[in-house]
Nanobody
Framework: QVQLVEFGGGLVQAGGSLRLSCAAS????????MGWFRQAPGKEREFVAA????????YYADSVKGRFTISRDNAKFTMYLQMNSLKPEDTAVYYC?????????????????????WGQGTQVTVSS
């Protein structure tokens, strides 16, 4: 079993920055594909960013490309989402997600059904 805990959310003005962290416990961190999703009030959960189990390649939703950066620190068992140039439409609860099984593939997954473990979410609010 793996537990994911997100932190780093909060209230920020438009144009500001936040860094979300997702700490994992319970099993080896490396060799798992990971991703970030978000859900705004009244909307479905949507993909934000993801990276494969190995390698440094990443993939972003068009709405955040060029503003958000996903990264991981295997030694700290932590994944990050650096969010810059935030917009009011980025307001949502942000979730980190973990594939259910390890992999030695750089494949990146962008749908929520691809992930088996989820954090509890952290609120990000961007004021105009």
């Amino acid at each position: 079993q793996v537990q994911l805990v997100e932190f780093g959310g909060g209230l920020v003005q438009a144009g500001g920055s936040l860094r979300l962290s997702c700490a994992a416990s319970g099993r080896a961190f490396s060799n798992y594909a990971m991703g970030w999703f978000r859900q705004a009030p009244g909307k479905e959960r949507e993909f934000v960013a993801a990276m494969g189990a190995i390698g440094s390649s990443s993939y972003y939703a068009d709405s955040v490309k060029g503003r958000f950066t996903i990264s991981r620190d295997n030694a700290k068992f932590t994944m990050y989402l650096q969010m810059n140039s935030l917009k009011p439409e980025d307001t949502a609860v942000y979730y980190c997600a973990f594939r259910s099984s390890p992999s030695y593939s750089p494949t990146i997954y962008s749908t929520s059904d691809d992930y088996g473990y989820w954090g509890q979410g952290t609120q990000v609010t961007v004021s105009s």
